[in-house]
């Protein structure tokens, strides 16, 4: 009698928790994507994203706000639904990563397409036909209105570029020397109605110009 006592409380036990598991699967699930470092609502690229990051630019245009920010999925599918175009045409696959006050941006490139700077060719003799170069930095300002990218690393196919290959590189992709900017830095141009950009907490922050 105890046994079969002792049989019918495990039992009851088992059901209750098959009963909780089933009730908070949801909540579990999220918790364990939490735990992986996923998001419950995590985004991917879409042109729908793409068109909803569009709208907040023309909001702070039009002076509807006065700073927005983007995360890096919406950059990304700026890019890859809407801005394609603004990269070289051999450039594919772009990704853009954003971590803290720190940009990535990866692409595919021919490797016979690559700058044809000194010392740059006896590194591409290791890579293969087609190599994955990527570009981290951060936003600087400079100047009244606008900003520049300050590189601090560039990798081909995960090979470090010495510091004077990328200032040449730099100058090769349309650098120009000017008051101020620093030899390891380029130009960024900003979307109409924007005065400043940074990067902060994993976030692209746009600020709108002063209205007349």
Known sequence: MVGCLRRAVVLGLV????GGLYLFRGRITDEWRGLRGLRAD???????????????????????????ALGATELQSLIQYQ???ALPAFATSPQISLNEDH?????????????????LRDVA?????????????TLIPFGTDRVALGV?????????????MIKDALKRVGRRDEPGLPADAIEVSLPSGVRAAYIRNDSLIFLARPRD
């Open 83 to 85: 801005h394609m175009g």
């Open 103 to 119: 940009v990535t941006v990866r692409v595919r490139v021919p490797v016979d397409k690559m700058p044809n700077v000194k010392g």
């Open 125 to 137: 003799n290791f890579l293969p036909d087609t190599a994955e170069v990527e570009v981290s930095g």
């Open 152 to 164: 601090n690393d560039v990798k081909a196919s995960g090979i470090p570029l010495p510091a004077r």
């Open 15 to 18: 059901l209750l928790m098959i």
């Open 42 to 68: 995590a985004q991917v690229a879409s042109p729908e994203l793409a068109q909803l990051a569009t709208g907040k630019i023309e909001a702070l245009r039009d002076g509807d706000v006065e700073r927005v």
